[in-house]
């Protein structure tokens, strides 16, 4: 897509230039024979057979660079947003840096309320987004959702941290995880002697 406006720009300046004796139809196959490889060869060869056949509009290079740019050029700046507002996901990230991310993608995509909401929690961890839907009081707005996951988010990962460094301390010797023998201050019977 990002090359379309460069080839266009060359093939019409070349036209100009070099082509300008030759018929439309000249010119249409010249510019064809430049595109090539992946989608545009599957692409070239479904117009050659409809105009072959008489069944293409395309009649002149103009035509054809016009049909190129809708077919294959860039999106508008609007539909890139929603492509990216439809595939963020938090992956192994912060909800922190999600949210932001989402916030700056969001912005200019032309979505806002309940389809923003939902494409905010499609892009959520399974976990955090569970335990939103559970919850008594379920978030109304964007940034309310935005919030509660943040926070739910920090908690998670503060609890998997102390259970990390739980679980060290009780794999050392003389670690936490049992008390000594006589109970937590020594002697018998948990007595100070």
């Known amino acids: 897509m990002e090359k379309v406006s460069v080839f266009v720009n060359v093939a019409c300046l070349y036209i100009r230039m070099k082509m300008m004796e030759e018929t439309a139809a000249t010119q249409v196959a010249w510019v064809l024979s430049y595109v090539q490889g992946g989608v545009a060869e599957a692409w070239k ?5 409809e105009l072959a056949k008489g069944e293409s509009e395309v009649e002149t290079a103009e035509q054809l660079f016009a049909k190129i740019r809708d077919d294959f050029g860039e999106t508008s700046e609007e539909e890139k947003k929603i492509e990216q507002l439809r595939t963020i996901e938090q992956g192994g990230r912060t909800c922190d840096k999600y949210v932001q991310e989402f916030k700056k993608v969001a912005r200019g995509s032309g979505y806002e309320g309940r389809p923003l909401i939902e494409e ?10 569970r335990k939103l839907a559970e919850a008594e009081e379920l978030p109304t707005t964007i940034g309310e959702w935005q919030e509660k996951a943040v926070r739910l988010d920090r908690n998670q990962r503060q609890s998997r941290m102390e259970e990390r460094m739980l679980g060290r301390n009780a794999a050392r010797p003389g670690g936490n995880a049992q008390p000594r023998e006589g109970g937590p201050y020594g002697g018998r019977g948990g007595q100070i002697t």
């Open 45 to 49: 060869d479904n117009l050659l057979d």
């Open 120 to 129: 905010f929690k499609r892009g959520l961890n399974g976990s955090i987004r």
